[in-house]
Nanobody, 121 residues
Framework: QMELVESGGGSVQAGGSLRLSCTGSGYRNCMAWFRQAPGKDREGVASVSNRGIFTNYKDSVKGRFTISRDDAKKAIYLQMNSLKPEDTAMYYC?????????????????WGRGTQVTVSS
């Protein structure tokens, strides 16, 4: 059974950094990070196309977050710097995302179980 496993979440103060990792047998095609805060819809944070040719970011994280992938390790990463309280959410790894440009997951997406990121002011 294909799966994705996230790690690297935690609690930090505003201005701090975290690095999320995601790996698993479900690794394929466009990969992305999504997040969901309590009471809000899940939203795309960053995506990376096949072979890492293109990346895309939610406007509010541009310049602070960096997504990368390592095909040999079947892993993606999200380096998060200058974290803000509004970045607090459950972060999910996604594989086989239908639209990398628009971070539209589509019906064939595979989700990880998530890792919690909490940023205190």
């Amino acid at each position: 059974q294909m799966e994705l496993v996230e790690s690297g979440g935690g609690s930090v103060q505003a201005g701090g950094s975290l690095r999320l990792s995601c790996t698993g047998s479900g690794y394929r095609n466009c990969m992305a990070w999504f997040r969901q805060a309590p009471g809000k819809d899940r939203e795309g944070v960053a995506s990376v196309s096949n072979r890492g040719i293109f990346t895309n970011y939610k406007d509010s994280v541009k310049g602070r977050f960096t997504i990368s992938r390592d095909d040999a390790k079947k892993a993606i990463y999200l380096q998060m710097n200058s974290l803000k309280p509004e970045d607090t959410a459950m972060y999910y790894c996604a594989a086989n995302v239908a639209s990398c440009d628009h971070m539209d997951p589509g019906i064939g997406v595979l989700w990880g179980r998530g890792t919690q990121v909490t940023v205190s002011s």
